[in-house]
């Protein structure tokens, strides 16, 4: 069992930037960030192996957001950048699988909230 704890959601101005981050409490293989907005259905945003040598991300952040991971640390980030409020949602970490959607992994955080607004 890994259990995640993610950080680093707030409120920001539509452009600005935001970096979420990730703790595992063990090795990971891929870990990934999904999220999911008031009234949709959770959408997977991004992955990334061990290695970082691929990745994944949805179309809808492609170019502004950016996954990476210390696994020193065993945490993963996501840099966002170019904020849109159409991103607000609450942001949850992934681990335990490998894939670009959620069925995919089976271990997730608690979620931390990204609110962009004016």
């Known amino acids: 069992q890994v259990q995640l704890v993610e950080s680093g959601g707030g409120l920001v101005q539509p452009g600005g930037s935001l970096r979420l981050s990730c703790a595992a409490s063990?090795?990971?293989?891929?870990m990934g960030w999904s999220r999911q907005a008031p009234g949709k259905e959770r959408e997977f945003v991004a992955s990334i192996t061990w290695t970082g040598d691929m990745t994944y991300y949805a179309d809808s952040v492609k170019g502004r957001f950016t996954i990476s991971r210390d696994n020193a640390q065993n945490t993963v980030y996501l840099q966002m950048n170019s904020l849109k409020p159409e991103d607000t949602a609450v942001y949850y970490c992934?681990?335990?699988?490998?894939?670009?959607?959620?069925?995919?992994?089976?271990?997730w955080g608690q979620g931390t909230q990204v609110t962009v607004s004016s």
């Open positions: 063990g090795r990971t293989y891929a």
């Open positions: 992934a681990a335990g699988g490998w894939g670009t959607t959620n069925d995919d992994y089976n271990y």
